[in-house]
């Protein structure tokens, strides 16, 4: 008797579904996605222009940080490590290169520019993008008094190393891993020109 009295228990009723309101609240919700996703298409045309030109203007002053010149003529070139390669024309002359490279850091790649001149050597390095550890890796990528050691150096020696070898740069105490991969950039971009003193 007890266990035919448990089976009788009423517990909760089970709910109805309604297929029509069902149908309704899913027409809503995608109703509302698509409306989304329109505003955020429409957002995006008219944002992108300016944030492209911003991203332009952002590239330009890195070029002319590292190498001034009139004007920079990109080259159709390949290389490992090697986003784009731009001549350096000033008064109707080639004064040398500007190197878009990347290279590891120790949070992800180090996005950078590095200015040559015609004889094979480094003129400045910019960094464009990053993600190091701050008050670590950016004691490299973020000091452009470190980065400037960089500024005459070329392959003559060898291939640039940190703190120590025939061509050596010297990195930032804790940030090895951040010197070392600026140094990688900035070899690969030697490396894309390939130009020896």
Known sequence: MMAEKASRTPGRPKPDIDPPYVLRITGVLLGVCLAVALLLGIVNQVTKPRIDAIQAEKIRAAMSQVLPADSYEPLDFTAANVTAIYQAVSDGKDTGWVVETSAAGSQG??????????????TGVSIVKHSETPNIGTKVVGDQ???????????EAGEITVNGGANRFDGVSGATVSSRGVAAGVNAALAA????P
């Open 145 to 155: 008094a470190v980065l400037d050691r960089f500024t005459g150096m070329s392959l």
């Open 109 to 122: 790649p180090i996005e950078m520019m590095v200015g040559i001149d015609s004889e094979g050597k480094v």
């Open 193 to 196: 020109i390939g130009v020896t």
